[in-house]
């Protein structure tokens, strides 16, 4: 493991051996010293996300909620959002074909 977050979205508690403190909202780094994050949760329970990878060692370049590599590429996909063309299915379609 290269990169680890922790966000925590319910409760309190600690995190790894050095017994860092996160409530509701918090937000964790982890990098490269250690394959393994510990923690105990607090007296109101703990509820969080854990995202782990590799690293992807490419250019980000975002804009709102769009994430590529480059400006070009940003532009490209707003361009792409404008004209309809990003998704090409309304939510409620999506939803109604998951359903059946």
Known sequence: ME???VYVYE???TF???EVKAERTSTL???EDGGAVS???????LKFMLLAGKKLKEPVAWHGPFVM??????????????NGKLVR?????LLAKSWK
């Open 11 to 13: 409760g309190e508690g």
């Open 69 to 82: 590599n480059t400006q070009e590429e940003i532009m490209e996909c707003i361009r792409d959002y404008q």
């Open 89 to 93: 299915a309304k939510p409620k379609e």
């Open 3 to 5: 990169t680890c977050i």
């Open 29 to 31: 780094l982890f990098s």
């Open 39 to 45: 923690f105990t949760a607090g007296d109101k329970g």
């Open 16 to 18: 790894t051996s050095k």
